[in-house]
């Protein structure tokens, strides 16, 4: 209620010392809502209260203690006397008791939480119909504005806890109060998005976060953690919240544990990367935090108007010019130089100038390949729109493959309870040779030590160790060969089962002498259907977070995501993409 009532006087542009306010209902729930209102701010000689026997007025009896706090020297003496004129109306009573009538009389952009359930005091829509400025709150689901106890409850005894706290005192609860409104306040993320659809902006229709935001513990523990070490009552106090509130985060952004040395690496030296879609709303909510994260500077591909637009409808707080750069698809000074250098490029390679000047104005991906060519950017993402091979088609015309490597290859990571997984090639060669297949896996391996992963590589198969021959079987034991001779020191074997990969007693029954210990981390796949098909009920039926996909083998920093990516991923491939810019940069070798 106090988070409710801070942000609706915000919008409303009302002070909460001056506000006047009707209450129906004085029980143990009310008296504690007045008593949190004023603890905020608002004055007690401001607040008339009404509960079954009418207006608390000074003299009347059948009032406890508490109720005799805010009885006023009034006149008034029904609900329509109190709410006349009220800027606020705070309801814990019964359903259907305040009438539109009532409402109508209430002061300029009245602020309603009609919080009686299931049937609040007045529906929305009826409250409406006669005040269309009013703010309106009810305890219900199906209604913008929900208040409920499930915001503070696990959150403030979370913090607590985490402290040792002797008791929860005030200065505890205004903490989570105002955490819970400045949460209110930022621009939605994709977390906000997983619990049930479109998170609107701060405004009329959201002045509070909607119960089982998975951001609520990240905000809200530490700020009650910390109001309890303040005032006094904390007998663990935390040492470093920097470290408290990122162990928080890790049971929201499973990935954080993972991506945090990749994180803290690209903040050390801020890379440019490009996105190739840059008007989607999935790539503008990543930018934010990017931007807010300080990883990366983003340049932005897309038509300015309409990048304006979806920043302004999201609530987003980045700015053109300033946070971003902006590159105009329909109008850029540069265009006739990259449909120039474009056409160099491919020109015996059946395109002819006016189909380059034709894809330069219509495929914004060749336009970020073109920029990350020239130097104008670092990095780039693209993906979130169309087809994955079109995407990596448009990449592989502009850029080179890395030295010694005679194909791309795509490896896709899954974060879930048990672990982290990486599946290879989960996107590029739908039939590698082993040849590839060992390419790809070298690659791979590089890059889970950037995440400080050690990699344990399993070559799958349906057989185990020999145990069938067929193609596939032999194409996979010649990876294994190919390893061998190359990178002894790999800890790798194969060709075996999945379930031979994952259980290292059934693997040491199989296979005494494998030289693969502990439970495979990298799973390497004969062919494409078998990774892409893995890797997504893996992620699927385990709950599981991705990261990637990551485009191996091309010779510039640059990856090719998917429709289904969430804001998420795309801030853990910025980040990829930064450090591997960083590296690039550093070695002048493949990365």
Same mark, same amino acid.
């Given at each position: 209620v106090g988070a409710a009532v801070l942000n609706a006087l915000e919008v409303v542009g009302k002070k909460i010392g001056e506000v006047k306010l009707a209450t129906a209902g004085a029980g143990a729930a009310g008296i504690a809502c007045l008593d949190m209102l004023v603890a905020l701010g608002m004055k007690p000689e401001n607040i008339l209260a009404f509960d079954r026997e009418g207006v608390l007025y000074t003299g009347r009896g059948h009032m406890d203690p508490d109720k005799q706090r805010y009885a006023r020297d009034t006149t008034k003496r029904t609900l329509e006397d109190i709410v006349d004129g009220a800027d606020v109306f705070l309801g814990l009573s019964a359903g259907g008791i305040l009438k539109p009538e009532m409402v109508a009389k209430m002061g300029e952009r009245p602020i309603i939480l009609a919080l009686a359930n299931p049937n609040p005091e007045i529906l929305p829509e009826d409250a409406k119909r006669v005040r269309p400025d009013a703010i309106i709150a009810t305890g219900r689901s199906d209604y913008p504005n929900q208040v409920n106890n499930a915001l503070c409850f696990p959150y403030i005894f979370r913090g607590a806890l985490d402290v040792g706290a002797t008791e929860i005192n005030e200065a505890m609860k205004l903490a989570c109060v105002r955490a819970i409104a400045a949460l209110a306040r930022r621009e939605a993320s994709d977390l906000g998005l997983a619990y049930g659809g479109d998170v609107p902006s701060f405004g009329a229709d959201y002045i509070i976060p909607r119960p089982f935001d998975p951001r609520l513990l990240v905000m809200l523990a530490p700020a009650v953690a910390k109001a309890a070490m303040d005032s006094g009552v904390a007998t663990c106090p935390i040492v470093d919240f920097a470290a408290y509130e990122e162990k928080l985060g890790q049971f929201i952004y499973r990935t954080g544990l993972l991506m945090k040395p990749v994180y803290d690496r690209a903040r050390g030296d801020k890379q440019r990367v490009v996105y190739a879609e840059g008007e989607e709303e999935t790539v503008l909510r990543a930018?934010?935090?990017?931007?807010?994260?300080?990883?990366?500077?983003?340049?932005?591909?897309?038509?300015?108007?309409?990048?304006?637009?979806?920043?302004?409808?999201?609530?987003?707080?980045?700015?053109?010019?300033?946070?971003?750069?902006?590159?105009?698809?329909?109008?850029?000074?540069?265009?006739?130089?990259?449909?120039?250098?474009?056409?160099?490029?491919?020109?015996?390679?059946?395109?002819?100038?006016?189909?380059?000047?034709?894809?330069?104005?219509?495929?914004?991906?060749?336009?970020?390949?073109?920029?990350?060519?020239?130097?104008?950017?670092?990095?780039?993402?693209?993906?979130?729109?169309?087809?994955?091979?079109?995407?990596?088609?448009?990449?592989?015309?502009?850029?080179?493959?890395?030295?010694?490597?005679?194909?791309?290859?795509?490896?896709?990571?899954?974060?879930?309870? *048990?672990?982290?997984?990486?599946?290879?090639?989960?996107?590029? *060669?739908?039939?590698?040779?082993?040849? *590839?297949?060992?390419?790809?896996?070298?690659?791979?391996?590089?890059?889970?030590?950037?995440?400080?992963?050690?990699?344990?590589?399993?070559?799958?198969?349906?057989?185990?160790?020999?145990?069938?021959?067929?193609?596939?079987?032999?194409?996979?034991?010649?990876?294994?060969?190919?390893?061998?001779?190359?990178?002894?020191?790999?800890?790798?074997?194969?060709?075996?089962?999945?379930?031979?990969?994952?259980?290292?007693?059934?693997?040491?029954?199989?296979?005494?002498?494998?030289?693969?210990?502990?439970?495979?981390?990298?799973?390497?796949?004969?062919?494409?259907?078998?990774?892409?098909?893995?890797?997504?009920?893996?992620?699927?039926?385990?709950?599981?977070?991705?990261?990637?996909?990551?485009?191996?083998?091309?010779? *510039?920093?640059?990856?090719?995501?998917?429709?289904?990516?969430t804001p998420r991923r795309v801030v853990n491939m910025t980040a990829i993409a930064a450090v591997e810019a960083q590296i690039r940069k550093a070695t002048r070798q493949p990365a």
């Amino acid at each position: 209620v106090g988070a409710a009532v801070l942000n609706a006087l915000e919008v409303v542009g009302k002070k909460i010392g001056e506000v006047k306010l009707a209450t129906a209902g004085a029980g143990a729930a009310g008296i504690a809502c007045l008593d949190m209102l004023v603890a905020l701010g608002m004055k007690p000689e401001n607040i008339l209260a009404f509960d079954r026997e009418g207006v608390l007025y000074t003299g009347r009896g059948h009032m406890d203690p508490d109720k005799q706090r805010y009885a006023r020297d009034t006149t008034k003496r029904t609900l329509e006397d109190i709410v006349d004129g009220a800027d606020v109306f705070l309801g814990l009573s019964a359903g259907g008791i305040l009438k539109p009538e009532m409402v109508a009389k209430m002061g300029e952009r009245p602020i309603i939480l009609a919080l009686a359930n299931p049937n609040p005091e007045i529906l929305p829509e009826d409250a409406k119909r006669v005040r269309p400025d009013a703010i309106i709150a009810t305890g219900r689901s199906d209604y913008p504005n929900q208040v409920n106890n499930a915001l503070c409850f696990p959150y403030i005894f979370r913090g607590a806890l985490d402290v040792g706290a002797t008791e929860i005192n005030e200065a505890m609860k205004l903490a989570c109060v105002r955490a819970i409104a400045a949460l209110a306040r930022r621009e939605a993320s994709d977390l906000g998005l997983a619990y049930g659809g479109d998170v609107p902006s701060f405004g009329a229709d959201y002045i509070i976060p909607r119960p089982f935001d998975p951001r609520l513990l990240v905000m809200l523990a530490p700020a009650v953690a910390k109001a309890a070490m303040d005032s006094g009552v904390a007998t663990c106090p935390i040492v470093d919240f920097a470290a408290y509130e990122e162990k928080l985060g890790q049971f929201i952004y499973r990935t954080g544990l993972l991506m945090k040395p990749v994180y803290d690496r690209a903040r050390g030296d801020k890379q440019r990367v490009v996105y190739a879609e840059g008007e989607e709303e999935t790539v503008l909510r990543a930018v934010q935090t990017v931007i807010d994260e300080g990883m990366a500077f983003p340049i932005l591909i897309g038509r300015p108007e309409v990048i304006d637009t979806r920043i302004k409808r999201l609530g987003l707080r980045m700015r053109a010019g300033v946070d971003f750069e902006l590159t105009n698809i329909n109008d850029d000074p540069r265009f006739n130089e990259y449909w120039q250098q474009y056409h160099a490029l491919t020109e015996r390679r059946g395109v002819t100038p006016a189909a380059a000047k034709n894809l330069m104005r219509s495929r914004p991906t060749l336009i970020a390949a073109l920029m990350v060519e020239r130097g104008e950017a670092d990095a780039l993402i693209s993906g979130l729109v169309g087809r994955y091979h079109k995407k990596l088609g448009y990449l592989r015309s502009v850029f080179g493959l890395d030295p010694g490597v005679s194909s791309t290859s795509a490896m896709t990571g899954v974060i879930n309870e *048990q672990g982290v997984w990486f599946f290879l090639d989960t996107h590029v *060669q739908f039939d590698p040779t082993a040849e *590839q297949i060992a390419e790809s896996t070298l690659q791979a391996s590089y890059r889970l030590k950037l995440f400080g992963i050690e990699p344990k590589v399993a070559l799958l198969s349906h057989s185990n160790f020999g145990s069938h021959d067929d193609a596939s079987e032999r194409k996979m034991r010649q990876v294994r060969e190919i390893l061998k001779a190359r990178v002894p020191k790999l800890e790798v074997d194969g060709e075996m089962m999945a379930d031979t990969a994952w259980d290292d007693d059934l693997r040491h029954r199989i296979m005494p002498n494998t030289t693969l210990k502990g439970r495979a981390n990298l799973f390497v796949m004969p062919n494409l259907d078998a990774a892409n098909i893995t890797y997504n009920m893996v992620r699927v039926m385990t709950d599981g977070v991705a990261i990637g996909p990551i485009l191996m083998g091309i010779d *510039q920093p640059a990856h090719v995501l998917t429709p289904a990516s969430t804001p998420r991923r795309v801030v853990n491939m910025t980040a990829i993409a930064a450090v591997e810019a960083q590296i690039r940069k550093a070695t002048r070798q493949p990365a």
